[in-house]
């Protein structure tokens, strides 16, 4: 990829970030009126960032940046087709049973062991699932561990 790729990569993600962001602030009000953190937070933070690192990657592109090759190309492939299959089984598997089941694949690609690989997804999903259920009351979905 050259810097003219570069420009162009940030100039797609700037568009998905300002059509990410615009999308979290048409989600409707909660219950009982507008809150501090709301469920169009997160996403909006999330477009924020993705906002500073497209103009970043336009402003200041790698001059001899190159596409990855062989491992690389299949190792980034797995990860797109982890993050996609994690999206779609959010929430018929729930929050908990999906992450760590995605993060403990990326942990594994990335060069961990399984167990540790998935123990650190497992961690790490309860980790986040507490703070936003529990820290922001935003309901994660809990699909298959969900008690009603």
Do not use: C, H
């Amino acid at each position: 990829m050259t810097s003219f790729g570069d420009r162009i990569l940030g100039l797609g993600l700037l568009v998905l970030a300002v059509v990410y962001g615009w999308a979290a602030q048409q989600w409707p009000e909660p219950f009982g009126g507008a809150e501090g953190v709301g469920p169009e937070t997160f996403p909006t933070i999330l477009s924020v960032v993705l906002v500073a690192g497209s103009l970043y990657l336009m402003i200041r592109p790698d001059p001899d940046a190159q596409w990855p090759v062989g491992k690389s190309a299949l190792e980034l492939s797995i990860s797109l087709v982890v993050l996609v299959v994690y999206t779609l089984l959010l929430e018929p598997l729930g929050f908990v049973i999906s992450t760590t089941l995605a993060v403990g694949t990326l942990s594994w690609r990335m060069g961990g062991a399984p167990l540790k690989a998935f123990m650190t997804g497992l961690v790490s999903a309860v980790v986040v699932f507490v703070l936003f259920n529990f820290g922001l009351s935003l309901s994660l979905p809990g699909g298959l561990l969900e008690v009603n």
